[in-house]
């Protein structure tokens, strides 16, 4: 009986030391990937905003200051127009080229940006971003250093993987956003 005892005590205290060990890692490693997803979400939230700030203002980074949109230039134009030629789409994408353009484009960079960056509206965010990077990527074909698969598409895949995460709950005002009336009836608005 003693023998039996002891077998069942000693398998008591080994699950009793690994089930909360488990458990203590799994919450750390949960509460570890909100923070990295928080940080990528702000991180890419930043590289939309940035693009608008550089665009609108023309900060010289990508824009120089006469070509910034607050001083006529086309956020649009030169890329549609220029960095697709001899590209699969070229025809296309010049086309579209217009002031409608420019103000989808950076209307879309803004709200993404900020959307990203604040934490709200992540599949409306993920939804628009991954278009416009889909979108971006198209205009590359064909790409110079890959059959198929760039930036863009990571970017896009990332996107609807910080909506699906909630990733705007932490570090952000997702939790806020969701409880209003409206996000609740409207669910494509978390």
Same mark, same amino acid.
């Given at each position: 009986?003693?023998?039996?005892?002891?077998?069942?005590?000693?398998?008591?205290?080994?699950?009793?030391?690994?089930?909360?060990?488990?458990?203590?890692? $799994?919450?750390?490693?949960?509460?570890?990937?909100?923070?990295?997803?928080?940080?990528?979400?702000?991180?890419?939230?930043?590289?939309?905003?940035?693009?608008?700030?550089?665009?609108?203002?023309?900060?010289?980074?990508?824009?120089?200051?006469?070509?910034? *949109?607050?001083?006529? $230039?086309?956020?649009?134009?030169?890329?549609?127009?220029?960095?697709?030629?001899?590209?699969?789409?070229?025809?296309?994408?010049?086309?579209?080229?217009?002031?409608?353009?420019?103000? %989808?484009?950076?209307? $879309?960079?803004?709200?993404?940006?900020?959307?990203?960056?604040?934490?709200?509206?992540? *599949?409306?965010?993920?939804?628009?971003?991954?278009?416009? %990077?889909?979108?971006?990527?198209?205009? $590359?074909?064909? %790409?110079?250093?890959?059959?198929?698969?760039?930036?863009?598409?990571?970017?896009?895949?990332?996107?609807?993987?910080?909506?699906?995460?909630?990733?705007?709950?932490? *570090?952000? %005002?997702?939790?806020? *956003?969701?409880?209003?009336?409206?996000?609740?009836?409207?669910?494509?608005?978390?």
């Amino acid at each position: 009986m003693a023998a039996i005892t002891d077998t069942v005590s000693q398998r008591d205290t080994r699950s009793a030391y690994t089930a909360p060990d488990r458990a203590v890692g $799994g919450e750390r490693r949960a509460y570890q990937a909100r923070h990295v997803l928080a940080i990528t979400r702000i991180a890419i939230g930043w590289v939309f905003l940035w693009a608008f700030l550089d665009k609108t203002f023309g900060l010289g980074f990508a824009t120089e200051r006469a070509d910034a *949109w607050v001083n006529g $230039g086309s956020p649009t134009s030169g890329y549609l127009n220029f960095a697709t030629e001899g590209k699969t789409f070229h025809d296309f994408f010049a086309s579209v080229a217009s002031p409608a353009a420019d103000w %989808l484009f950076m209307i $879309g960079l803004l709200g993404i940006g900020l959307a990203l960056i604040l934490g709200i509206g992540m *599949w409306i965010a993920a939804i628009s971003g991954s278009v416009m %990077l889909v979108l971006m990527w198209a205009a $590359g074909l064909p %790409l110079e250093n890959n059959p198929f698969m760039d930036d863009h598409i990571i970017y896009a895949l990332v996107l609807v993987a910080l909506a699906i995460y909630g990733a705007g709950r932490t *570090w952000g %005002l997702g939790r806020t *956003w969701e409880a209003l009336p409206i996000v609740h009836k409207l669910p494509i608005l978390k």
